[in-house]
């Protein structure tokens, strides 16, 4: 592999010279840039592997540079340098496609890293290879998991926070582990942690650490989750359980990209992708004042949605197949062409089935059916598939009043939808509800 180049563009000749130094020690090459233009010419003249570009710069801005290498040179990374505390340019450099970003003054050691990190990009091209491979792929050949998958390797190729969304169950951990998987920060560690599985009052020193004495029961000193993902990912799941003291940490190790364990004098800098996850809304969470609105701009730069499973009823019944060959050899060792296959009125039963609990849910259920089929065919009985509400006659003599009102409410006083519902004509609907003296 040739040596490495990067095309470093800014108007500071010191900044220039700096990164160059830089970038030499490390044993990279550097070419330069002082505008937009002179950019343009040395990529012309040059094939760099990594782009530095300041976002101001005489004839233009970083962030049209990038728009440009985006176009042109989409499997360039490119960093921005930002001035110190404009996270605003930052966040919005990488919406735009920058890999990550360093502020000036620069950090050496965070400049490093980005570097490192860019560089173990080169020659990949974004596809999960098997070494990235889990347990659990994300199957589906549905149109909508077809592009969540092309939408992972584009995020992996970037150090982005990320912020995914969906149901419980539908695979947020999974998307997050394959991010981190196909990224160049692969052979670093994912750390998942659930924020709403921590007591409050001891989040803060798992997440940042402490030091000896700093509390009582504080005995020794201990290493925060950041820092045990240093190199790698760390994954917050659930991040609204996080309660707002830790919040304010949070966003200051999001922008200053270092962290101060509790009791300590000083910031200690911390290396990580930031991915985070939760299945309520966090806008709502924001307007209701239980979640910090300048951090939930911080970490919701990419959004990534997990459908819900009865939004792809076409990829039940491979996810039911794969699924129940992990099963069978997980739990009995068996071969997988020996595996009790579904019957099809069981495949029905199970893409009929709205499946509240997603992907999750559908595991529960085969492992109980394997457990309990006798034979070579999981039947619908073998499933025992929890019962769903259909419409029906009521018993006008046993219906209640307050099922009458639940329904009538949930359909949003639309009497056609509500009578339906509860088996009803429209006008008997309105005759009932008469009696009953209950009115919109």
Same mark, same amino acid.
């Given at each position: 592999?040739?040596?490495?180049?990067?095309?470093?563009?800014?108007?500071?000749?010191?900044?220039?010279?700096?990164?160059?130094?830089?970038?030499?020690?490390?044993?990279? #090459?550097?070419?330069?840039?002082?505008?937009?233009?002179?950019?343009?010419?040395?990529?012309?003249?040059?094939?760099?592997?990594?782009?530095?570009?300041?976002?101001?710069?005489?004839?233009?801005?970083?962030?049209?540079?990038?728009?440009?290498?985006?176009?042109?040179?989409?499997?360039?990374?490119?960093?921005?340098?930002?001035?110190?505390?404009?996270?605003?340019?930052?966040?919005? #450099?990488?919406?735009?496609?920058?890999?990550?970003?360093?502020?000036?003054?620069?950090?050496?050691?965070?400049?490093?890293?980005?570097?490192?990190?860019?560089?173990?990009?080169?020659?990949?091209?974004?596809?999960?290879?098997?070494?990235?491979?889990?347990?659990?792929?994300?199957?589906?050949?549905?149109?909508?998991?077809?592009?969540?998958?092309?939408?992972?390797?584009?995020?992996?190729?970037?150090?982005?926070?990320?912020?995914?969304?969906?149901?419980?169950?539908?695979?947020?951990?999974?998307?997050?582990?394959?991010?981190?998987?196909?990224?160049?920060?692969?052979?670093?560690?994912?750390?998942?942690?659930?924020?709403?599985?921590?007591?409050?009052?001891?989040?803060?020193?798992?997440?940042?650490?402490?030091?000896?004495?700093?509390?009582?029961?504080?005995?020794?000193?201990?290493?925060?989750?950041?820092?045990?993902?240093?190199?790698?990912?760390?994954?917050?799941?659930?991040?609204?359980?996080?309660?707002?003291?830790?919040?304010?940490?949070?966003?200051?190790?999001?922008?200053?990209?270092?962290?101060?364990?509790?009791?300590? #004098?000083?910031?200690?800098?911390?290396?990580?992708?930031?991915?985070?996850?939760?299945?309520?809304?966090?806008?709502?969470?924001?307007?209701?004042?239980?979640?910090?609105?300048?951090?939930?701009?911080?970490?919701?730069?990419?959004?990534?949605?997990?459908?819900?499973?009865?939004?792809?009823?076409?990829?039940?019944?491979?996810?039911?197949?794969?699924?129940?060959?992990?099963?069978?050899?997980?739990?009995?060792?068996?071969?997988?062409?020996?595996?009790?296959?579904?019957?099809?009125?069981?495949?029905? #039963?199970?893409?009929?089935?709205?499946?509240?609990?997603?992907?999750?849910?559908?595991?529960?259920?085969?492992?109980?059916?394997?457990?309990? *089929?006798?034979?070579? *065919?999981?039947?619908?009985?073998?499933?025992?598939?929890?019962?769903?509400?259909?419409?029906?006659?009521?018993?006008?003599?046993?219906?209640?009043?307050?099922?009458?009102?639940?329904?009538?409410?949930?359909?949003?006083?639309?009497?056609?939808?509500?009578?339906?519902?509860?088996?009803?004509?429209?006008?008997?609907?309105?005759?009932?509800?008469?009696?009953?003296?209950?009115?919109?």
């Amino acid at each position: 592999m040739h040596k490495p180049l990067a095309l470093v563009v800014d108007d500071e000749a010191d900044i220039l010279d700096l990164i160059r130094i830089t970038l030499g020690r490390m044993g990279v #090459a550097a070419v330069t840039a002082l505008t937009v233009a002179e950019a343009k010419r040395q990529l012309e003249r040059h094939r760099p592997d990594l782009c530095l570009t300041d976002l101001s710069l005489p004839d233009g801005s970083g962030l049209d540079l990038l728009h440009y290498l985006n176009a042109h040179y989409p499997e360039l990374p490119v960093a921005m340098i930002t001035a110190h505390g404009n996270m605003e340019s930052a966040v919005a #450099a990488m919406k735009a496609g920058a890999f990550d970003f360093v502020a000036k003054p620069v950090d050496l050691a965070a400049l490093r890293n980005l570097v490192e990190s860019a560089l173990r990009l080169r020659g990949r091209t974004g596809a999960l290879d098997e070494q990235g491979a889990t347990d659990m792929p994300l199957l589906g050949d549905s149109t909508v998991m077809e592009q969540i998958r092309v939408l992972i390797a584009k995020l992996a190729r970037t150090q982005a926070p990320v912020f995914i969304t969906g149901e419980s169950g539908t695979g947020k951990e999974l998307a997050a582990r394959l991010i981190h998987a196909q990224g160049p920060r692969r052979d670093g560690p994912f750390v998942p942690v659930n924020c709403g599985a921590i007591p409050h009052d001891l989040v803060e020193s798992e997440l940042f650490g402490h030091k000896k004495g700093s509390f009582t029961g504080a005995l020794a000193d201990k290493e925060g989750l950041f820092q045990a993902a240093a190199g790698g990912t760390l994954f917050l799941d659930e991040l609204a359980d996080l309660p707002l003291p830790a919040q304010v940490k949070l966003l200051r190790a999001i922008q200053e990209k270092s962290v101060r364990p509790i009791g300590a #004098a000083r910031e200690v800098p911390v290396d990580v992708r930031l991915i985070s996850a939760s299945h309520r809304d966090l806008s709502q969470e924001v307007e209701r004042g239980r979640f910090r609105r300048d951090l939930f701009y911080r970490i919701d730069v990419i959004e990534l949605r997990m459908p819900a499973l009865r939004e792809r009823p076409e990829d039940i019944q491979p996810l039911a197949v794969h699924i129940l060959q992990q099963l069978a050899q997980t739990a009995g060792g068996i071969d997988p062409a020996a595996c009790p296959t579904l019957s099809e009125a069981a495949i029905a #039963a199970l893409v009929r089935y709205p499946f509240p609990g997603n992907v999750r849910e559908l595991e529960n259920i085969l492992e109980r059916a394997l457990a309990l *089929c006798e034979g070579a *065919c999981i039947e619908v009985a073998d499933l025992y598939l929890p019962a769903v509400e259909r419409a029906r006659t009521p018993d006008p003599g046993t219906a209640s009043t307050e099922r009458r009102e639940t329904t009538v409410d949930r359909a949003r006083w639309n009497q056609t939808v509500a009578a339906r519902a509860l088996g009803m004509t429209p006008l008997a609907l309105r005759q009932r509800l008469a009696r009953l003296g209950i009115e919109q």
